[in-house]
């Protein structure tokens, strides 16, 4: 009898934070590729008034809400800041109170993926992810948000 192995269902996400200049809002961009590099999913958002890493950790919990409704096995988190990659490495140690509380709650869901790893990128290599969340911020939805994008939805 011959079994057929189950593909490994694995992402790769990069997710970024924008915050406004007057303080008022804050814009959250999430990109979910296929391990393959094809964009699947691109989601963006708003949230209120956050600091540049606060701002950072909602668009990972952004992120991490839907990403465990996929149920995937591995997700491979991509960032620009270098502060939450290594918050969530458990490199750097979590000093402020209003960004314990961001990351507990990121690590809970994170805890619901069997496989996570964070990497710090270049800003340069999250401008997708950092164009939504500008976008966002001005108050833009992409027509495509949380779909899927093979499945040949608009």
Same mark, same amino acid.
């Given at each position: 009898?011959?079994?057929?192995?189950?593909?490994?269902?694995?992402?790769?996400?990069?997710? +970024? &934070? #924008?915050? &406004?200049? +007057?303080?008022?809002?804050? &814009?959250?961009? *999430? =990109?979910?590729?296929? $391990?393959?590099?094809? %964009?699947?999913?691109?989601?963006?958002?708003? #949230?209120?008034?956050? @600091?540049? @890493?606060?701002?950072?950790?909602?668009?990972? =919990?952004?992120?991490? !809400?839907?990403? *465990?409704?996929?149920?995937?096995?591995? =997700?491979?988190?991509?960032? +620009? @800041? !270098?502060?939450?990659?290594?918050? $969530?490495?458990?490199?750097?140690? =979590?000093?402020?109170?209003?960004?314990?509380?961001?990351?507990?709650? #990121?690590?809970?869901?994170?805890?619901? %993926?069997?496989?996570?790893?964070?990497?710090? %990128?270049?800003?340069?290599?999250?401008?997708? #992810?950092?164009?939504? /969340?500008?976008? /966002?911020?001005?108050?833009?939805?992409?027509? $495509?948000?949380?779909?899927?994008?093979?499945?040949?939805?608009?």
């Amino acid at each position: 009898m011959v079994f057929a192995r189950r593909k490994k269902r694995s992402f790769v996400v990069h997710f +970024d &934070g #924008a915050i &406004g200049r +007057d303080g008022r809002a804050t &814009g959250l961009g *999430v =990109v979910i590729r296929d $391990m393959r590099g094809r %964009i699947l999913r691109w989601l963006c958002g708003r #949230a209120g008034p956050l @600091n540049s @890493n606060e701002a950072e950790y909602a668009a990972l =919990v952004f992120a991490l !809400e839907h990403l *465990v409704r996929l149920r995937p096995q591995a =997700v491979h988190f991509y960032s +620009d @800041n !270098e502060v939450v990659v290594n918050q $969530m490495r458990g490199i750097f140690a =979590v000093h402020s109170p209003s960004l314990r509380r961001w990351h507990a709650r #990121a690590c809970r869901l994170a805890r619901l %993926i069997p496989e996570v790893t964070f990497r710090h %990128i270049p800003r340069e290599r999250n401008l997708l #992810a950092d164009a939504l /969340a500008t976008e /966002a911020l001005k108050g833009w939805t992409p027509p $495509m948000e949380g779909k899927d994008v093979r499945s040949g939805q608009l």
